[in-house]
Nanobody
Framework: QVQLVESGGGLVQAGGSLRLSCAGS????????MGWYRQAPGKQREVVAR???????IYLDSVKGRFTISRDNAKNTVYLQMNALKPEDTAVYYC?????????WGKGTLVTVSS
């Protein structure tokens, strides 16, 4: 059974930093595309960053230069380092694992950025 468990969310002031972690189990982590998505109140879920199994990464335009996705396949963990946080980054952040034939979601961790 695949499980993705996020941690690291919380309340932070604008301009601050947080590091999210997502620990996976029940999957061969290294062959999955791993991603971070977020959903703000009243808005649709959007992709924040993705890390492909080959090593490339992509980012939502509004977080480029502030957020960094990284992964440690040996630890089955993906991270999202978030710097220079803004109030508009407030959302529930979800970990996502994707491969042809299926995908999996974590339950999310709340990030609140106060102005």
């Amino acid at each position: 059974q695949v499980q993705l468990v996020e941690s690291g969310g919380g309340l932070v002031q604008a301009g601050g930093s947080l590091r999210l972690s997502c620990a996976g189990s029940g999957l061969i982590f290294s062959i999955f595309t791993m991603g971070w998505y977020r959903q703000a109140p009243g808005k649709q879920r959007e992709v924040v960053a993705r890390s492909f199994s080959g090593g490339s990464t992509i980012y939502l335009d509004s977080v480029k230069g502030r957020f960094t996705i990284s992964r440690d396949n040996a630890k089955n963990t993906v991270y999202l380092q978030m710097n220079a946080l803004k109030p508009e980054d407030t959302a529930v952040y979800y970990c996502h694992a994707e491969r042809r034939g299926g995908d999996y979601w974590g339950k999310g961790t709340l990030v609140t950025v106060s102005s």
